[in-house]
């Protein structure tokens, strides 16, 4: 691991910076030992089961082996085709607000780069962090393809105990992760980690679910195949949601399909 990468990088459970010992990464306060696998260091421990209650952990692990399972073919689904590049270009614009570059960014829910790779042109390092390992496999060979694996860094990683010291990001993206956490106390812990991560006057951008008119006939909360779990925002439990630990400058709707949040953090 390089010098850049691990100085970003905490034990998730109380923030301690961590040694890189052989091939893993060693808690000195907590005893715990995180390995790297394939170059990207692992943090979903069987130790995070206990911090939450038995159907979070559930769904979280369900999710896990859906997004496991569906890795391979993820970036050819239909829908994501025709959304993704208006989608990241929203993003994007709502992200850099008035700034042209970041020196680091990260994306919380990364999966295979989808949307990654377009925010990768606009920071000098690019971190992205994911619950499912198959996914960030994906994500290494994308961007070892655009000549990118360099300045980035993969992490397998709960975005409810996000493994990364207190301010050290420029930039924090999440888009259309939050729905997929499975209790409303979870996604505050969401919010409140990537809040945690921002630098103070830190950028911000988190999407998810919007609850329309378009999207009502696919239920509130669910399931989708595979084992999924989701829920659909209305505005105002979305902006409760995001406003709790970060102020929200700007709030738009993707297409009716899900709300962007974006805004800077308060020092
Ligand atoms: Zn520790």
């Known amino acids: 691991m390089k010098d850049w990468q691990i100085e970003l990088l905490a034990c998730p459970f109380e923030h301690e910076p961590l040694d890189f010992e052989g091939e893993q990464l060693f808690c000195p306060k907590c005893k715990r030992n995180f390995p790297i696998v394939g170059g990207i260091p692992s943090f979903v421990v069987s130790d995070l089961a206990q911090a939450h209650n038995e159907q979070e952990w559930q769904w979280k692990q ?19 085709i025709f959304l993704t590049p208006f989608e990241a270009q929203m993003t994007v614009n709502a ?95 969401v919010v409140s980690e990537i809040a945690r991560i921002l630098k103070p006057k830190g950028r911000f951008a988190i999407s998810g679910y919007h609850y329309s008119a378009l999207t009502k006939w696919f239920g ?21 949601l995001i406003g709790q630990n970060l102020k929200v400058e700007r709030l738009q709707t993707i297409f009716g399909y899900a709300w962007l949040a974006s805004g800077v953090k308060g020092s």
């Open 62 to 80: 369900s999710e896990m082996r859906a997004r496991n399972q569906q890795a391979v073919f993820y970036d050819r689904l239909l829908g994501l």
């Open 95 to 189: 992200l850099l607000g008035d700034r042209k570059k970041f020196a680091n960014l990260i994306e919380i829910g990364c999966g295979t780069g989808r949307m990654l790779q377009h925010f990768a042109k606009h920071s000098e390092f690019v971190i992205g962090a994911d619950l499912s390992l198959e996914s960030l496999n994906r994500c290494r060979k994308r961007f070892e393809n655009l000549g990118l694996w360099e300045r980035t860094l993969l992490v397998h990683a709960d975005a409810s105990f996000l493994p990364f010291r207190n301010e050290s990001f420029d930039a924090v993206a999440s888009c259309q992760m939050i729905e997929h956490v499975p209790s409303d106390r979870m996604r505050q812990r």
């Open 220 to 240: 509130k909360e669910g399931v989708h195949k595979g084992g999924i779990y989701f829920f659909r925002f209305t505005r105002e439990e979305f902006l409760k």
